[in-house]
């Protein structure tokens, strides 16, 4: 059972276009939602995260979108680059305490960015 | 520096063999992680020690075996290697708590022959 399910698995945008990633989880108890960029041979490294008290968050042309009530956050990249062709994850934490933070990820989708 | 690293960076083995992945962090944290990265990039969480102890043990086979002899070091120990557990390993470690940044290290690419 895939607790969150993200979208499109390939992306193909050209440059200076806006690359948009879709995420929904099933889980409420889920209160922590990052995204991961990951590059050919390198591990995942956190692009940016939010909480769901928020509904938008913005850090330079990555902006994440969260709705609380579809259970569904989006990652948009702005202005898109050929350095942004990655493998970008979306995650999600649990709010249950007990130390550590399991976080359960998509699927994944490979973002290339073409000139 | 390299804040999580990982030894070593390709494993080549046969089936059968017992074979040792080994984490170190030196970032001071007291949490660190084992993944598993399919050939389908899918990241799933293995284990989790804090400060030590196993705090998270998904289904994983008994063949894989976690030790953590300090907070700065987590290895993985996989008995009787098989075809399936041909993967990509991440190590990573977060401040702890929950909800933190987890930093990962660049992997370990296992295949077994």
């Known amino acids: 059972q895939q607790q969150v399910k993200q979208s499109p698995q390939s992306l193909i945008v050209q440059k200076g276009g806006i690359s948009i990633i879709n995420c929904a989880y099933e889980n409420t108890a889920f209160d922590y939602f990052p995204w991961y960029q990951q590059f050919p041979g390198k591990g995942p490294a956190l692009l940016i995260a939010i909480r769901p008290d928020v509904s938008e968050k913005k850090e330079g042309r990555f902006t994440i979108s969260f709705n609380k009530s579809a259970k569904q956050f989006s990652l948009h990249i702005m202005d898109s680059q050929p350095g942004d062709s990655a493998t970008y994850f979306c995650?999600?934490?649990?709010?249950?305490?007990?130390?550590?933070?399991?976080?359960?990820f998509g699927t994944g989708t490979q973002l290339k960015v073409e000139l | 520096d390299t804040a999580v690293s990982q030894t070593p960076k390709y494993l080549v083995t046969q089936m059968g063999n017992d074979k040792s992945i080994k984490c170190e962090q030196n970032?001071?944290?007291?949490?660190m992680y084992w993944y598993k990265q399919d050939s389908k990039k899918f990241l799933k969480i293995m284990f989790s020690?804090?400060?030590?102890?196993?705090?998270i043990n998904e289904t994983v086979p008994n063949r894989f075996s976690p030790k953590s002899p300090d907070k700065a070091h987590l290895n993985l120990h996989i008995n009787s290697l098989e075809l399936g557990d041909s993967a990509v390993y991440f190590c990573a470690s977060s401040i702890g708590g929950r909800n933190t940044e987890a930093f990962f290290g660049q992997g370990t690419r296992l295949t077994v022959v």
């Open positions: 995650a999600a934490g649990p709010s249950i305490t007990g130390g550590g933070n399991k976080l359960t």
């Open positions: 020690y804090n400060n030590k102890e196993l705090i």
């Open positions: 970032l001071g944290h007291d949490t």
